[in-house]
T-cell receptor, first 108, second 115 residues
C-alpha cells in the first residue's frame, strides 16, 4: 500500500515567519510531487510541483525534494494570514496519492 | 474558462435513493477522477478514467458506478445511497496519464448528505 504521510497539525506560525511543512512517502518509484492548498470548504488548488532532487522556488513558496530520504517539504516565506489553510502533499507514480494534509494557522 | 464544473453543489438524499453527480471539464484533459473527502480520511480515489472510453476502480469503489460519456464528461452514480456515502465529492482532471506528471485540476465539489 503506497502511503503519503503528513503531520496533521495544526501548525501555528507567526505572521512574517517561515512556515515549514513536511511529507514522507513510501514508494521509491514515485516520480512527481505536488503541494496543494485547500481552504476550508473549498477544493484543493495546486500551488507547487517538483520532479527533481533539490529546491524549486516560486514566489514565497519553495518546494524541496530528497528522493533518497523519500521526503518532500514546502517552505512558505513571509507567512501571511491568507496562507492559513490545509496543505496536501501528493505523490504521483501512476496515480496521485494524497496525504491527509497539515493544517497551517498563521497568527496575526 | 470554467475548468472543471461539478453539479449539483449540494444534495440531500434519503437512504436507498439514487443520484448521478455530473462533472465536465473544458481543458481538453485526457484523464478524469472522482474522489471523496471525509474528515480525518483525506482524499480517497473512487474511480478514474485514464482516457476516453476507459474506467477503472480506485481505492473505494463499492457502491458507485461511473460513466465516461465523452472526453469532457465523467459522471458518478450512486445506485442506492447509504449514510456511509455522506461526504464531499470532488471531480478532477489532468492532462496526461503517464510520465511526469501533471497535477490535477479540481472541481468545486458536491456536498452530499444521506439521511
Amino acid at each position: 500500500q503506497k502511503e503519503v504521510e503528513q503531520n496533521s497539525g495544526p501548525l501555528s506560525v507567526p505572521e512574517g515567519a517561515i512556515a515549514s511543512l513536511n511529507c514522507t512517502y513510501s514508494d521509491r518509484g514515485s516520480q512527481s510531487f505536488f503541494w496543494y492548498r485547500q481552504y476550508s470548504g473549498k477544493s484543493p488548488e495546486l500551488i507547487m510541483f517538483i520532479y527533481s532532487n533539490g529546491d524549486k522556488e516560486d514566489g514565497r513558496f519553495t518546494a524541496q525534494l530528497n528522493k533518497a530520504s523519500q521526503y518532500v517539504s514546502l517552505l512558505i516565506r513571509d507567512s501571511q494570514p491568507s496562507d492559513s489553510a490545509t496543505y496536501l502533499c501528493a505523490v504521483r507514480d501512476d496515480k496521485i496519492i494524497f496525504g491527509k494534509g497539515t493544517r497551517l494557522h498563521i497568527l496575526p | 474558462n470554467a475548468g472543471v464544473t461539478q453539479n449539483p453543489k449540494f444534495q440531500v438524499l434519503k437512504t436507498g435513493q439514487s443520484m448521478t453527480l455530473q462533472c465536465a471539464q473544458d481543458m481538453n484533459h485526457n484523464s478524469m477522477y472522482w474522489y471523496r473527502q471525509d474528515p480525518g480520511m483525506g482524499l480517497r480515489l473512487i474511480y478514474y478514467s485514464a482516457s476516453e472510453g476507459t474506467t477503472d476502480k480506485g481505492e473505494v469503489p463499492n457502491g458507485y458506478n461511473v460513466s465516461r460519456l465523452n472526453k469532457r464528461e465523467f459522471s458518478l452514480r450512486l445506485e442506492s445511497a447509504a449514510p456511509s456515502q455522506t461526504s464531499v465529492y470532488f471531480c478532477a482532471s489532468s492532462e496526461a496519464w503517464e510520465g511526469h506528471g501533471y497535477g490535477y485540476t479540481f472541481g468545486s465539489g458536491t456536498r452530499l448528505t444521506v439521511v
